[in-house]
Nanobody
Framework: QVKLVESGGGLVQAGGSLRLSCTVS????????MAWFRQAPGKEREGVSC????????YYQSSVKGRFTVSRSNTNNTMYLQMDSLKAEDTAMYYC??????????????????????????WGQGTQVTVSS
């Protein structure tokens, strides 16, 4: 059974930092590109970042570039999202996802499809991030 478990969310003041983790079991982690998505109340889910299986290519939504850093440890089956200079508009439930099984599952979908939800086959339950202004 494939399982993705996010952790590290919480309440932080604007300008602060948080580090999210996503631990994966039930699949060969280093076969898959991984991504972070988020969903704020009343808004659609949006992609935040994607990292290829070997960490050689990283993708970011424009609003988080320069503030968020995605990384992964294939040894520990874990992906991370370091979030710095947090803003109130970063408040959301954050989800990790693994690329859908297929011949290109180890690569992030090419732009502009990088953050199409239906290209990701496995999802976690989410961790809440709240940034107070």
């Amino acid at each position: 059974q494939v399982k993705l478990v996010e952790s590290g969310g919480g309440l932080v003041q604007a300008g602060g930092s948080l580090r999210l983790s996503c631990t994966v079991s039930g699949l060969v982690f280093d076969d898959y590109a991984m991504a972070w998505f988020r969903q704020a109340p009343g808004k659609e889910r949006e992609g935040v970042s994607c990292i290829t299986w070997n960490s050689l290519r990283l993708y970011y939504q424009s609003s988080v570039k320069g503030r968020f850093t995605v990384s992964r440890s294939n040894t520990n089956n874990t992906m991370y999202l370091q979030m710095d200079s947090l803003k109130a508009e970063d408040t959301a439930m954050y989800y990790c996802a693994a690329a859908a099984p297929g011949h290109s599952k180890s690569e992030c979908p090419f732009e502009p499809e990088t953050f199409l939800s239906n290209l990701y086959g496995y999802w976690g339950q989410g961790t809440q991030v709240t940034v107070s202004s």
